[in-house]
């Protein structure tokens, strides 16, 4: 298993040479919450999108 500065460097270095740092930190980024979300959903951290759904709804109350 490969640590966490080792899958980043490799997501830069896969990156096009003419991309800006706001690119390469928007994929970081998009990497770590994909990350974060796949270990809610391991652990059992979700919600139906119907309780979704109540939730936002509840919001414009």
Avoid: C, Y
Wanted: without cysteine; hydrophobic residues 35%; negative net charge.
């Amino acid at each position: 298993m490969s640590t966490a500065k080792e899958d980043l460097t490799r997501l830069i270095q896969e990156q096009p040479e003419d991309s800006s740092d706001d690119e390469i930190v928007r994929e970081l980024a998009f990497h770590v919450m994909v990350k974060r979300g796949l270990a809610d959903s391991d652990a059992g951290r979700t919600i139906t999108n119907e309780d979704l759904q109540r939730r936002i709804r509840s919001w414009h109350k």
